[in-house]
């Protein structure tokens, strides 16, 4: 097991500088905590990360970028655009809140 | 030693050997973490323990059952329009996917003490953090003659998912023509607000079909229909005109089982031929016996930051068991994103951050009015720092206006995600 260990171990150090691994890694790691267990809400009818159930039933999310999906929430949020639950929801939500959520889960170009 | 896990205990080697002080972050591959219970808290806890820490921290789920299955949709059985089956999931995918060790097992004893956890087979295990998501116990002797009537198959609960379940549909198929269903309601808070009521629609919507001159009468313990009411009760007259016998403020006293009759406090007793009572419900036996239920003696008060219980520390607990936030529902959904908060929490305080000070839950809950179409009620759920609770956010939230075949679709549609999200 020991020896398994060695050789990430060598390539990842020969690849950051020891002072890299440092607070400001942690902090940003941390930040992303919250930001995937905000994203998280959405989990329970849009699929974990965003990947629903292909032909379940569901509207599935994970074909709108991040822009789409935040116009998207947005709309829902101020009555532009029906729907059954989500305008229902994303009124609950702060328009920062929806931001973190659409960069989370949208597609990335 | 699965990929992930051999990645994730290299990545804290590495910041051992970078010299960095970071004893608090070495400490997440490091605890053991134990998960007891795998309902929708649990078994989401579970998993998203993994997801949320990329797969190192080292996660037990301890549940006796070998297979998950949903008390949400589980009406449709009683109803007889869905399969047990339908709802049931593998508890597997928990282990090949995401690396949780799995132990078929209950839990006979938890030493906060010690941290230890005993099994009913003999075996002890040690905790660095734990996660309790028990479910409810049913309180049988709150009704007298109950636990015997129920134990003889003569009343059934079918609040837990499972044999009971099959057990009721067969009941309401074999009752005499032109027979009474009798469902009892006990007072709130209980598992499931609405489900008693989506219960009636489904045991009408076969009674319709195969026993037209069949009857439901709900005996509810409360005031009033506990959630969407109007939308019940528009269901019933419209859909079900005269099969439906609503009786609120009628509390059940006791069973009379030998002549099917039931004893309510203050109003004349009732015979029916199929009896389906739901006693008063306290959170799981093992929170009880582990000294966690320190609200009146039946709920388990938690700090709603990390879901820590208030009575033991690093014991977290989850879903139907603790005493609720204000207009909080006791539902899957909500066990779900309860799991979420608390799984990373858990993984915060193992990597020494600040725990997560805003966290949010949101809830969504469908009811079949018939085989076909639905109706729900959605709330979110804001952390108010200053109470120290969640609160619902004025103007979100809301009902359908009215049943829809759209929502029957959305509404299987959130099943086979959450299911997914949960267990997959």
């Known amino acids: ?109 | 030693m699965d990929r992930r896990h051999f990645m994730g205990q290299s990545a804290a080697v590495l910041g051992l050997l970078a010299g960095l002080s970071t004893q608090a972050r070495a400490n997440l591959p490091k605890a053991e973490i134990l998960v007891i219970g795998g309902g929708y808290g649990g078994a989401t806890a579970a998993k998203y323990l993994r997801l949320f820490s990329n797969n190192t921290a080292r996660v037990t789920l301890i549940e006796p059952n070998t297979a998950f299955v949903s008390c949400p949709m589980s009406n449709l059985v009683i109803g007889g329009s869905r399969s047990l089956a339908e709802m049931t999931s593998p508890y597997d995918t928990l282990s090949k996917r995401h690396g949780i060790k799995i132990i078929q097992d209950s839990v006979s004893n938890i030493d906060a003490e010690k941290k230890m956890v005993k099994l009913a087979s003999g075996k002890t295990l040690r905790y660095d953090k734990l996660v309790v998501s028990p479910g409810i116990s049913l309180n049988m002797n709150s009704i007298e003659g109950l636990a015997q009537a129920n134990k003889d198959g003569v009343t059934l609960q079918a609040w837990k998912a499972g044999p009971e379940t099959v057990a009721l549909h067969k009941q309401i198929a074999a009752m005499r023509e032109g027979g009474t269903f009798a469902l009892t309601i006990p007072e709130a808070p209980y598992r499931c607000p609405p489900g008693p009521y989506e219960r009636a629609c489904q045991v009408a919507n076969y009674l319709k079909q195969h026993n037209p001159r069949g009857k439901v009468l709900v005996l509810d313990a409360n005031q009033d229909i506990v959630s969407k009411g109007a939308l019940f009760k528009k269901a019933w007259a419209e859909q079900y005109p005269g099969m439906i016998e609503y009786r609120p403020k009628s509390n059940v006293i006791g069973v009379d089982a030998k002549n099917k009759t039931l004893k309510l406090e203050v109003e004349d007793d009732v015979k029916a031929d199929v009896l389906n009572v739901l006693p008063q419900m306290a959170a799981g036996e093992i929170a009880i016996k582990a000294g966690l239920a320190n609200s009146n003696a039946r709920w388990v008060n938690v700090n709603f930051l990390n879901f820590e219980s208030t009575a033991r520390k690093d014991i977290h607990v989850l879903g139907d068991a603790i005493q609720i936030a204000p207009l909080m529902p006791k539902s899957g959904h909500m066990a779900n994103q309860h799991a979420k908060v608390a799984a990373a929490a858990i993984v915060a305080e193992l990597s020494g951050w600040e725990v997560n000070p805003a966290p949010v839950l949101t809830n969504t809950c469908y009811s079949f009015v018939n085989d076909r179409e639905v109706v729900h009620v959605a709330s979110v759920h804001q952390y108010n720092a200053a109470e120290k609770t969640f609160k619902t956010v004025p103007g979100s939230g809301g009902l359908s206006p009215a049943p829809s075949i759209l929502e029957g679709i959305y509404a299987w549609g959130w099943a086979r995600n959450i299911w997914a999200d949960s267990l997959g």
């Open chain 1, 1 to 109: 097991m020991q020896v398994k260990y060695l050789k990430p171990i060598l390539v990842a150090s020969a690849m950051v500088g020891l002072s890299q691994w440092s607070g400001l890694s942690m902090a940003q790691t941390a930040d992303q905590l919250y930001k995937r267990s905000l994203s998280a809400t959405c989990a329970n009818c849009h699929g974990t990360d965003g990947k629903g159930v292909v032909d379940g039933g569901m509207p599935l999310i994970n074909n709108l970028t991040s822009e789409q999906m935040l116009a998207k929430l947005k709309a829902y949020k101020s009555g532009a655009l029906e729907g059954t639950i989500m305008p229902q929801l994303a009124k609950g939500y702060t328009d920062e809140q929806l931001t973190t959520i659409a960069n989370q889960l949208g597609k990335k170009q």
